[in-house]
DNA sequence: AATGAATGAGCCTTCATTCAT
DNA sequence: GATGAATGAAGGCTCATTCAT
């Protein structure tokens, strides 16, 4: 379901195929940059590393952004959109009306979603958690655009569960910040912090979409 | 307590009186450094930068910490040994036991007294959390020597409460992981991410504490 | 006669023809670097003094030479091949038994041929004799490669001429010494030691091989 | 003999006693210097090497010497003084009538004289050899007053066996230096060079002695 | 006399970027 | 479009030298 939501709103916001209209050198390019800048950082990493790497002469990575700071931006800020999409999709609340007849289903569907999406783009993800604090023009386009958006629009899923009699009585952005520092804290754990243990994805999902709901009291 | 718990282990282990060693010049070294770290991250801020903040030449720098790399560490290290003190207190256990008659109580004193601390290191935390997945030297620190102390330890007193039928049952691991995920959240959503809302912390840590309890049922 | 022999050498080991496969700033480079390391040493000479003099770019420098050492490395190692290439040459001793009648005829062209050897190269003589005891790299070249192949085969020579009668007998290594001292003597006099007088060459080396071979009694 | 000569020289040109005036720090201070200019050259050592290997504080060799160069004056400048002393003794020529009856005793007598004298010196003489060209402030002290005065005193010797028919007519100044590339060629081999060899000096310099008067034909 | 912290010029090297081919 | 030689500014670090203690 969420994701044939997140192929409509790809679709419609033209998220996914980026790639598409690159070049075959190109793609090597941006491959080669994820690469390094995972692993070492932005700074740390030099466009001779990257040519290098991508098996291509460091004036073709010139010719195809214009700054080494171009080639982070391209790579952070589709990351960035793809990383909220669903939540910013446009009739997600009417959706969501007939998709789950309980919070807790739609916390389950959004941990599997987002797990799923984070260990596809891990090594993205981890350039942006990096990048992000240290380049003013990344961060306006996340505080600006992207998280409003989000925030208003579970706000809004929150504040309808809430008059339901679903969810405690409790402002909704704390809410939704410790409900999201579950799923985050799992997620980021289960993709980047600690990604070689043995993890049961669906009892460890399971778990905290109870936790989040019923707590630790027995 | 848990602050007269800390100071203890502090003069045992003088871990809090580093900079009493330091002459002035490094005070200032350190400062700036940290200051630039913090701003600009480790790779992109140069010696040159730092001097010049720290009012200092050069080459006194280099006198007194033989490579960058070696005043980042000598920044990173001591406050690992100092964010994780409080857990790695030889007698944690028994103490706590005397203290806190609830797993709820421990929770709240914990998530006082780290918060506090965050607060009062905020750019020393940013520089860890950014640094550490860069270079081996600090991965090795924190993943071999600091963090299975503390989660040893703190296994213990979950376990401990488990036992007395205070918590649910599930994987202890699990569990701390996940309330962990709430005080952390909060605690780097409050010192890093925006520390600039107005936050009432008394009320969001009684909120916090009641979410791992309880969870957002009615 | 013993000029075509190192041409042939040369042609059949390509000893002669670095240079041919330079580009332009490279050769000013090398030629800006011998002058340079010649007149103040290697250690003295700066890459920028070097990239000024050879009018190029300091980064220039380092595209052709990965390091400073590789540089020096670079105008060293070729010129110890050419200096003993007449030597190394693989027919030598069957050559020289048809072209020398007598040991002193040998005696003659070497010294005529070296002297003009080092007559054309006398920077880069300099900078060899002055840098192979500071760096391991070009001691070895020295000792291991090429001093045991001229010593063996100027021994056979000698032994050669020892087992006509022509020589006196003595150890040959000694006697090798003894004519090369004399060799040298004249060759680094006349090159490095005081280039600037007026020499009469062909006297010179009359009265040398007239030296080794009489001594200075009447 | 020979030795005696060079107490008498000595004495009178206090060119032995320099260390007796230093201080403890000093010998160590220049002892230090001399073992790390004869291992990386003058230019490659740092004074804080040389501060350290000595055992005091950088500043206290700046307290002894103006400069570092003062330093490698103060090391060179004596050696080479001591080097000639014996060819400089004023009455050399007198004292020579009476203690050598034939060249061949003289030239027994230099070698190993000065023999002695680089084997207990090596070290200070490779910095000698390396460093003379490379400061005009050396080579002016070599070139304008200790070398006239020797080739003067040594050229009298040899015009006075001349005179008497004991040598070859030839021009002193070439007959002296074909002589002296023998000897100079030995003492540097021997305690340069190959100083490891099993060097048997009685011997070599008896053969030495033999090549320079009758050569190398039987 | 001796120290060693402090200096800042200068070192070798790397960098992102340009441009002729 | 792709190349890679060339650039020169800037990087981290070392140096000889000074000076207050």
Do not use: C
Not at 20 to 43: L, N, P, R, S
Not at 125 to 154: C, N, S
């Amino acid at each position: 379901m969420a994701d044939e939501m997140e192929q409509w709103l790809a679709s419609l916001l033209r998220l996914n195929d980026e790639e598409e209209k690159m070049t075959d050198k190109q793609i090597k390019i941006i491959q080669a940059a994820v690469e390094m800048f995972a692993e070492k950082g932005y700074a740390a990493t030099s466009t001779s590393e990257i040519a290098q790497k991508a098996g291509v002469a460091e004036g073709t990575i010139f010719r195809h952004y214009k700054t080494k700071k171009e080639l982070l931006i391209s790579i952070v800020t589709p990351i960035m959109s793809k990383l909220v999409a669903p939540f910013v999709l446009r009739d997600f609340h009417k959706v969501l009306d007939s998709e789950y007849e309980h919070f807790e289903d739609f916390l389950r569907a959004v941990m599997r979603n987002r797990l799923e999406f984070a260990l596809k783009n891990a090594p993205i993800i981890k350039i942006m958690l990096h990048e992000i604090p240290f380049h003013p023009e990344l961060q306006t386009q996340f505080k600006e655009q992207l998280f409003p958006q989000v925030a208003d629009r579970v706000k809004r899923i929150v504040t309808h569960f809430q008059s339901r009699g679903e969810l405690v009585d409790m402002p909704p952005f704390t809410l939704i910040r410790m409900a999201a520092s579950v799923i985050v804290g799992y997620i980021l754990t289960r993709s980047l912090i600690l990604p070689d243990n043995n993890w049961n994805d669906a009892e460890e999902i399971e778990r905290a979409v109870q936790f989040i709901m019923h707590g630790i009291m027995p």
